[in-house]
């Protein structure tokens, strides 16, 4: 299919959507979190409801992605007046139907944040929640069904793609990501850019795109609804990146545990394909690329770089000392582009609006807007997108709706396991890159674990600690045993049996496994242990037996 | 070959380019501690002994595995590098069940070598005492994990060397064995050729010859390397 066919598909697709016989778009939210509170069942009821009363010339029912607010689901959203039920019943999915559609009198006790909210929105977009809140990476997650690619080519899809390949060269495309000054949303934050052009740079006849979705944190869950939601948008960005570094072939890594993203991102490169954005001789052009996902098998190490190559090689997932970098030797020893499924869903966009738009949103340092998965004791876990630069304290009380059960806000953990809490004092920390670094912790993928006055930090440290000591690969020795030790002696420490010297040693092995470990997950293994000690050390202090 | 300027240690020198800053450092009889490179396999820097500080660099990096480039400035003996030795030296021995009094390798072992090199006079960590076991199927060696240290010397001289990737590694942290096979009694072993490369790879007394005795051991690392050299000169 050339570049004319496509350009017909979308036009017909975009007359059907103005000509649209249907005046309501229900959405029903069928992201991996509303489905386990049963939203499939809830489709199928909403369904039925229509047909039943002889709505379906007028209301059109849709499975979307992920609507945000997942502890609130089931999530039904009615358009055009954006109206969004929460923890829908099956019970009362007839009362919904009656009242808003045909009555027009929204039941406001079954709407979003009903419960917490004095008076809840009937437009959700006016709740703070959503007020907040600006989607780049998340935009069109919940308002289109992932598993049609027409749906996505309506709202922009693969434009940016067909920009890339009639108007720009590889040169402009890096050029314009620079531009961006958007950094690598996998965690380190390396500038994405730069990398492009590193990988663009080595000469070679076979260099490979690859899209890290082996998403580990305990707690995060950003990749996976952006790989649910719109899985056409991180393919769109993976097709791009190797236009523009010059690769003919990519993979998807994305974690086993994550079915549905694994789903419905094949069935996206299939579609892809159909319509020639995918494949060979993209829309009719020189270039042509493939995609192939590979499934990861439960590896928190393999989230880092070289064990991930290794994996998709077909070996040991194990890290491999760094320089060189995968941008020279990477998968196979070509070189490898290799970024986070965030960084990629927010390459069109930047496509489409130019790079200095992205560059004006956020902060100096750290441009752009970042996901955050909320999870803890907040009010309203989720999943959010917020510009750079936003507050902890907007995150957790404007979006987050506080604590839960009216509680007090202890600590907020970001980075998962490789990351660092940040305390009470520092609630009003912008939330970038630097900011994060210098409180001790880091931005990480962008997990948001929220804790109250009831959490036990030196616990904290310990069971992050378990963790990376269970994740560890086992190959370098400070991670391989270091872990090990340090998480009997914080043990220790919680069952109050530990001494000072524990705690002195306790510290000497943090500094040893952070600067001598061999990969990402060792050195920053010890992050909440330090920074726990840093915020929060009168609590280790009074578990110490003299 | 081109030559570039390096420091090392505050001493001068003139090397090779593409060779590893342990490769330089070997020549110019610069001591670094190694575990897990053994000359002739390929480097995997595990054990993390032989970290150099690097000017402008903000992280200590493997000899072995890093490239020596011009202008490099090198430090291979600062107080932090060898604390770190230490501890490393320390976790070795408390991980598994070292006994050097009743081991085959006393005397001859690589791992008691680094304890004094090391200058570990006593262990701050307490011992694990994992419960590990002996492999005596083989009808010529023995694989002892007590005293494995997971240097993956044997694995790499099985697979790069002899070919027969006999061996592999299973579990992942501080749970990791060296396994035959996919984890099978080493004498049931269907690719295994008995070379005993291996043993001779091995640093310590985890993998040794029957019918020998405490102190008895006598390995020849060498060879490995100079297998390979031999079979360039064949060729």
């Keep these: 299919m050339n570049r004319q066919d496509l350009q017909t598909i979308i036009y017909a697709e975009k007359a059907k959507e103005q000509n649209n016989k249907y005046k309501h778009k229900l959405c029903v939210c069928c992201g991996a979190g509303c489905i386990s509170s049963g939203s499939e069942e809830v489709l199928k009821k909403l369904q039925e409801e229509v047909v039943t009363r002889g709505l379906e010339a007028e209301v059109e029912v849709i499975a979307t992605g992920c609507m945000g607010p997942c502890n609130q689901g089931p999530l039904i959203k009615f358009l055009p007046e954006y109206t969004i039920y929460q923890k829908v019943d099956c019970s009362n999915i007839k009362e919904i139907v009656q009242r808003q559609l045909i009555e027009k009198k929204p039941i406001e006790d079954l709407l979003l944040f009903a419960d917490s909210r004095t008076k809840p929105f009937i437009d959700a977009r006016e709740d703070p929640y959503y007020k907040k809140q600006m989607k780049i990476a998340l935009k069109n997650c919940g308002h289109i069904n992932p598993e049609r690619i027409e749906d996505y080519l309506v709202h922009d899809g693969y434009h940016a793609l067909d920009k890339v390949l009639f108007q720009m060269s590889p040169e402009e495309v890096i050029a314009e990501i620079k531009q961006s000054r958007m950094r690598g949303r996998g965690g380190a934050g390396y500038p994405t850019g730069l990398k492009w052009e590193t990988v663009y740079k080595y000469v070679s006849p076979q260099k490979y795109v690859i899209c890290n ?17 719109n899985p056409h948008r991180v393919l769109e960005g993976m097709t791009i990146a190797a236009y523009a570094v010059g690769a003919t072939k990519g993979f998807a890594y994305i974690r086993g545990e994550y079915p549905l993203a694994i789903k419905r991102f094949e069935l996206a490169i299939k579609q892809a394909k159909k319509l020639g954005v995918l494949g060979n001789n993209i829309l009719g052009t020189e270039f042509s690329f493939d995609v192939e996902v590979r499934i990861g098998a439960g590896a928190f ?3 880092e770089e070289t064990a991930l190559i290794a994996s998709i090689e077909g070996k040991r997932g194990t890290p491999r000392p760094r320089p060189p970098f995968p941008a020279e030797s990477g998968l196979w020893g070509k070189p490898t582009l290799i970024n986070n499924v965030e960084t990629f869903a927010g390459i069109s966009p930047i496509i489409n609006n130019g790079g200095e738009w992205y560059s004006d949103i956020g902060t100096p340092k750290s441009a752009g807007t970042k996901v955050f998965a909320l999870a803890g004791k907040i009010n309203y876990s989720g999943l959010i997108e917020v510009p750079m630069g936003t507050t902890l304290r907007e995150i957790v009380f404007d979006i987050g709706g506080g604590i839960q059960g009216g509680g007090e806000f202890k600590a907020a953990q970001t980075g998962g ?3 660092g809490c940040i305390p009470a004092e520092y609630l009003d920390v912008k939330m970038d890159y630097e900011s994060l670094t210098s ?27 378990e963790f990376c000591m269970d994740e560890s690969c086992g190959k370098c020795v400070p991670c391989r045993v270091g872990t090990k030790m340090m998480h009997d002696l914080l043990k220790k420490i919680c069952e109050e049996k530990g001494t000072r010297i524990d705690l002195e040693r306790l510290e000497e092995l943090a500094v040893y496994v952070r600067e001598c470990s061999l990969c990402g997950l060792g050195a920053s293994a010890p992050n909440p242990l330090l920074s726990t000690l840093r915020h929060f050390r009168h609590e280790y202090e009074n578990r110490i037996t003299e | 070959m081109p030559k570039i300027s390096v420091t090392i240690d505050d001493k001068k020198l003139d090397v090779d380019v593409g060779k590893t800053i342990l490769e330089i450092c070997k020549e110019s009889g610069i001591e670094i501690l190694t575990m897990c490179h053994l000359k002739g396999l390929t480097d995997v820097g595990a054990c993390r002994l032989c970290l150099v500080e690097i000017e402008g660099i903000n992280k200590l990096l493997s000899a072995c595995t890093t490239k020596i480039a011009a202008n490099m400035i090198i430090r291979t003996k600062t107080e932090k590098i060898k604390r770190y030795q230490r501890i490393t030296s320390e976790l070795f021995f408390a991980e598994r069940n070292h006994v050097c009094s009743v081991c085959v390798a006393n005397g001859k072992c690589d791992l008691q070598k680094l304890g004094y090199k090391t200058e570990m006079d006593h262990i701050r960590y307490p011992y694990l005492f994992p419960e590990c076991n002996v492999d005596t199927s083989h009808p010529w060696y023995v694989l002892d994990h007590n005293r494995c240290i997971m240097c993956t010397r044997c694995v790499r001289a099985c697979g790069e060397v002899e070919g027969a990737h006999n061996w592999n590694v299973m579990n992942r942290g501080y749970q990791v064995r060296v396994i035959s096979d996919f984890d099978t009694p080493w004498g049931e072993s269907v690719t295994c050729t008995s070379c005993g490369k291996c043993v001779h790879a091995c640093p310590t007394g985890a993998i040794w010859p029957k019918a020998i005795v405490q102190g008895q051991l006598e390995k020849k690392p060498e060879i490995i390397a100079e297998l390979i050299e031999k079979r360039k000169m064949n060729l």
Excluded: K, N
Aim: a negative charge.
């Design chain 1, 439 to 465: 409180l001790g912790s880091i931005m990480g993928s962008g997990g948001l674990i929220v804790m109250d006055q009831s959490s036990d930090m030196v616990d904290v440290a310990r069971y992050f600690m």
């Design chain 1, 417 to 419: 396991p490789s990351g």
């Design chain 1, 301 to 303: 190490v393999c989230g």
């Design chain 1, 213 to 229: 979705g082996d998403e580990g944190d305990p707690g995060a869950f950003m990749d996976r609804s952006v790989l649910e939601g």
